[in-house]
């Protein structure tokens, strides 16, 4: 079996990560120099991953290739299949791991986290538009761009993170999804935890305690992680003041929610705001 060895062509130290959409001429066996996450846009194939078997994979479908890591797509002439290519950087992604967790490199390579993710339609539309925010970005803003873009990485990878979770959901006591479910309602969201479990007639600390089993984090982390994505719709979607948007998502300090996002996001506020509108 020949394997080619794909060169990175599309990224610079300054700005370490490339894309493009591919349709065609990626049916060899191949590795890269660079890490690639890829997710079909439109239609389907059949995908090899690392010398596995065949798999079909469709819309929505993504994969996380290391460059030690093999992969090529099957087509027939009847079959059509674009998918969008992410090229990054290695050192670079070392980087964007370590800021994430210093182990998380190792727990990609070694297969515990799953290369292999299905993404929503949304999803698969937030990211198109955070590319065309990027791609918009003039060259001469190469400090802006490069912040955006580890962001941009941070938010690439958080499927990968909780695919695994999302996959033991149909495992959850009922009890436990509803749970979840409040979490996700605004209106609950907004009163924050207290209302959140109000329904729930078990102690506090077992609450606590239960969830960070299931989910691996705290309530009160998982509770700023819906609201900082809710927050980042409605400041890229409208011309909501954000304060107001931070009030009406439960924030008591418009400076607390400064922090937690920039920290999420790696860009203020404001700045995402100015970004969506480039």
Same mark, same amino acid.
């Given at each position: 079996? *020949?394997?080619?060895?794909?060169?990175?062509?599309?990224?610079?130290?300054?700005?370490?990560?490339?894309?493009?959409?591919?349709?065609?001429?990626?049916?060899? *066996?191949?590795?890269?120099?660079?890490?690639?996450?890829?997710? *079909?846009?439109? !239609?389907?194939?059949?995908?090899?991953?690392? !010398?596995?078997?065949?798999?079909?994979?469709?819309? !929505?479908?993504?994969?996380?290739?290391?460059?030690?890591?093999?992969?090529?797509? #099957?087509?027939?002439?009847? %079959?059509?299949?674009?998918?969008?290519?992410? #090229?990054?950087?290695?050192?670079?992604?070392?980087?964007?791991?370590?800021?994430?967790?210093?182990?998380?490199?190792?727990?990609?390579?070694?297969?515990?986290?799953?290369?292999?993710?299905?993404?929503?339609?949304?999803?698969?539309?937030?990211?198109?538009?955070?590319?065309? #925010?990027?791609?918009?970005?003039?060259?001469?803003?190469? !400090?802006?761009?490069?912040?955006?873009?580890?962001?941009?990485?941070?938010?690439?990878?958080?499927?990968?993170?909780?695919? @695994?979770?999302?996959?033991?959901?149909?495992?959850?006591?009922?009890?436990?999804?509803?749970?979840?479910?409040?979490?996700?309602?605004?209106?609950?969201?907004?009163?924050?935890?207290? @209302?959140?479990?109000?329904?729930?007639?078990?102690?506090?600390?077992?609450?606590?305690?239960?969830?960070?089993?299931?989910?691996?984090?705290?309530?009160?982390?998982?509770?700023?992680?819906?609201?900082?994505?809710?927050?980042?719709?409605?400041?890229?979607? %409208?011309?909501?003041?954000?304060?107001?948007?931070?009030?009406?998502?439960?924030?008591?300090? *418009?400076?607390?929610?400064?922090?937690?996002?920039?920290?999420?996001?790696?860009?203020?506020?404001?700045?995402?705001?100015?970004?969506?509108?480039?």
């Amino acid at each position: 079996m *020949v394997i080619d060895n794909i060169w990175d062509y599309a990224t610079t130290e300054e700005i370490p990560m490339g894309f493009k959409i591919t349709s065609l001429g990626d049916v060899s *066996v191949h590795t890269h120099s660079f890490v690639e996450i890829f997710y *079909v846009t439109n !239609g389907s194939a059949n995908h090899k991953f690392n !010398g596995g078997p065949s798999k079909p994979i469709q819309a !929505g479908d993504a994969y996380l290739i290391l460059p030690s890591q093999t992969h090529s797509f #099957i087509r027939t002439k009847e %079959t059509v299949c674009s998918h969008r290519d992410i #090229i990054i950087r290695e050192s670079f992604f070392h980087e964007v791991c370590d800021f994430i967790d210093p182990t998380l490199f190792d727990k990609l390579s070694s297969g515990e986290i799953s290369p292999h993710v299905t993404l929503s339609p949304a999803k698969v539309n937030y990211l198109e538009n955070q590319i065309n #925010i990027i791609n918009q970005i003039l060259p001469t803003s190469i !400090g802006q761009k490069k912040a955006i873009i580890k962001t941009f990485a941070a938010a690439l990878l958080e499927p990968f993170l909780t695919y @695994k979770a999302e996959m033991h959901f149909s495992e959850f006591p009922a009890w436990f999804k509803n749970l979840l479910s409040n979490f996700n309602m605004i209106e609950y969201m907004q009163q924050g935890l207290n @209302k959140i479990l109000k329904p729930f007639n078990y102690d506090r600390k077992y609450l606590c305690r239960v969830f960070k089993k299931y989910m691996g984090i705290t309530m009160t982390d998982y509770l700023n992680h819906i609201r900082l994505d809710y927050a980042m719709n409605m400041i890229q979607s %409208t011309n909501k003041n954000i304060l107001d948007i931070a009030q009406d998502l439960g924030f008591s300090s *418009v400076s607390y929610f400064n922090v937690i996002f920039k920290k999420r996001y790696g860009i203020t506020p404001m700045e995402a705001r100015q970004n969506s509108k480039k």
